[in-house]
């Protein structure tokens, strides 16, 4: 959940005149904690939290 709340809040901060700096903030607070889980050692983490991962990095800002 965290990974597509980045790449949803990252979209807002870049069409947002508003609080920007406060979205960026917290699209960054989830993307490293999602990172983090991808490394867990667990399949789910491993494979399917990865998948996420790369649409993000790739689709989203960069982290």
């Not at 406060?22 to 490293?32: D, F, G, N, S, T």
């Not at 050692?41 to 993000?56: D, I, K, Q, R």
Request: glycine share 4%; aromatic share 10%.
């Amino acid at each position: 959940m965290n990974l597509s709340r980045t790449w949803c809040l990252d979209a807002i901060a870049a069409h947002s005149d508003h609080n920007q700096a406060a979205i960026e903030q917290l699209a960054r607070q989830h993307r490293e904690a999602s990172l983090q889980q991808i490394f867990s050692g667990n399949y789910a983490g491993e494979h399917w939290l990865a998948s996420f991962a790369v649409y993000m990095l790739t689709v989203g800002k960069q982290p």
